[in-house]
């Protein structure tokens, strides 16, 4: 069975820093990407950064220059730094697992962890 295992989120003030982990088990190959998507209150869920098999990144415009996702292929995991936060990144973090394999398609999602940013 696949399960995502978020850590590392809280509470910090606007301008600090924070890491957040993702851990998947009962899978580590044909993962095509791993990401990071936010939902802040009585909004809908959106992409924050993503990384493919290749490495390659993709970042939401609004944390570009401020997060950066990175990930440890042999232990199909995914992190996502997170430097000068605003108040506007509050919100409940999920990382997502993207697993392909034949033409048969999976997604997974971690439970979420909570992001807080006093101004």
């Known amino acids: 069975q696949v399960q995502l295992v978020e850590s590392g989120g809280g509470l910090v003030q606007a301008g600090e820093s924070l890491g957040l982990s993702c851990v998947a088990s009962?899978?580590?190959?044909?993962?095509?990407?791993m990401a990071w998507h936010r939902q802040a209150p009585g909004k809908a869920r959106v992409l924050v950064a993503s990384?493919?098999?290749?490495?390659?990144?993709n970042y939401a415009d609004s944390v570009k220059g401020r997060f950066t996702i990175s990930r440890d292929v042999y232990k199909s995991a995914v992190t996502l730094q997170m430097d000068n936060l605003k108040p506007e990144d509050a919100a409940v973090y999920y990382c997502h697992l993207k697993w392909s394999f034949l033409g048969t398609r999976r997604d997974y999602w971690g439970q979420g962890t909570q992001v807080t940013v006093s101004s």
């Open positions: 990384i493919d098999s290749s490495g390659r990144t």
């Open positions: 009962g899978i580590n190959e044909n993962i095509d990407v």
